[in-house]
């Protein structure tokens, strides 16, 4: 049961990290998000930085969760948690990111010049098809947080 708690608590700074850096980019340079709106891209650059910070957090995510099962599971064990931790971010992106923020509360510094011309922003099955390719990108990311796992432990 302790492991599951760690899982959970690994999962959740790693859902809030994200989601902090998400809502930074987006508050003080949204147009870096143009492009996953459908409309033209702007500022590439910016968004290529924040991409790769996103995912440097989940793969830390990812290898505190194989770190700390690992010798308690195995490798198989580690994988799964590593694994989980990118399912669980993509359940959070989809629930709390784009249901709540984007369609719920729409807070008025969420704007893109042209987002209203955007054919899916407030879109939920947009959002939840965007969420689907997470569950497979996931499991590479979980097959290298497992190796960083086994070579440090």
Same mark, same amino acid.
């Given at each position: 049961? @302790?492991?599951? +708690?760690?899982?959970?608590?690994? %999962?959740?700074?790693?859902?809030?990290? /994200?989601?902090?850096?998400?809502?930074?980019?987006?508050?003080?340079?949204?147009?870096?998000?143009?492009? @996953?709106?459908?409309?033209?891209?702007? @500022?590439?650059?910016?968004?290529? /930085?924040? &991409? /790769?910070?996103?995912?440097?957090?989940?793969?830390?995510? %990812? /290898?505190? &969760? %194989?770190?700390?099962?690992?010798? *308690?599971?195995?490798?198989? =064990?580690?994988?799964?948690? &590593?694994? %989980?931790?990118?399912?669980?971010?993509?359940?959070?992106?989809? +629930?709390?990111?784009?249901?709540?923020?984007?369609?719920?509360?729409?807070?008025?510094?969420?704007?893109? *010049?042209?987002?209203?011309?955007?054919?899916?922003?407030?879109?939920?099955?947009?959002?939840?098809? *965007?969420?689907?390719?997470?569950?497979?990108? =996931?499991?590479?990311?979980?097959?290298?947080?497992?190796?960083?796992?086994?070579?440090?432990?």
């Amino acid at each position: 049961m @302790d492991t599951l +708690l760690l899982l959970a608590a690994i %999962s959740l700074i790693t859902c809030l990290v /994200v989601t902090v850096i998400i809502v930074a980019s987006w508050r003080f340079k949204p147009g870096m998000w143009a492009a @996953d709106l459908g409309l033209p891209r702007q @500022d590439a650059v910016a968004g290529a /930085v924040v &991409a /790769v910070v996103t995912v440097a957090v989940i793969l830390g995510g %990812s /290898v505190a &969760a %194989s770190v700390a099962v690992i010798e *308690e599971f195995g490798v198989l =064990g580690a994988l799964v948690a &590593a694994w %989980s931790v990118m399912i669980i971010f993509g359940l959070w992106d989809f +629930l709390i990111i784009d249901w709540l923020l984007f369609i719920g509360l729409k807070p008025s510094w969420f704007y893109i *010049e042209g987002m209203e011309d955007s054919p899916h922003i407030y879109q939920w099955q947009h959002h939840a098809k *965007e969420s689907i390719p997470a569950l497979f990108i =996931g499991i590479p990311i979980a097959a290298i947080a497992t190796g960083i796992a086994a070579l440090v432990t």
